[in-house]
């Protein structure tokens, strides 16, 4: 059974900081790309962040470049999102996901794996 599991959600003020984790478990994710995706109240799900699998390309949003910083440990088959001076349109749930590079960069579909979602509330 394959788990993504993210934590690190949370109720921040509006210029703070904020550090996801998703934890990935069940099987090995050698060669996959992981990402981040966010669904605000009312919209739908968007890309955040991606990162390959050895970490040497990474890719953002418009919107949250220069603020976010993906990265991973693929010993810990775990994947981060560092969250700087967050705002209230930060505010949504973040999904970690796994999958092809196609998928999650090229086409912004999202991958094979999902987690449940970690709650991240900016306010002002």
């Known amino acids: 059974q394959v788990q993504l599991v993210e934590s690190g959600g949370g109720l921040v003020q509006v210029g703070g900081s904020l550090r996801l984790s998703c934890a990935a478990s069940?099987?090995?994710?050698?060669?996959?790309?992981m990402g981040w995706f966010r669904q605000a109240p009312g919209k739908e799900r968007e890309f955040v962040a991606a990162?390959?699998?050895?970490?040497?390309?990474?890719y953002y949003a418009d919107s949250v470049k220069g603020r976010f910083t993906i990265s991973r440990d693929n010993a810990k088959n775990t994947v981060y999102l560092q969250m700087n001076s967050l705002k209230p349109e930060d505010t949504g749930v973040y999904y970690c996901?796994?999958?092809?590079?196609?998928?999650?960069?090229?086409?912004?579909?999202?991958?094979?794996?999902w987690g449940q979602g970690t709650q991240v509330t900016v306010s002002s």
């Open positions: 996901t796994a999958g092809p590079a196609t998928n999650i960069i090229l086409h912004k579909r999202g991958g094979d794996y």
């Open positions: 990162i390959t699998w050895y970490g040497s390309s990474t």
């Open positions: 069940g099987r090995t994710f050698s060669g996959y790309t």
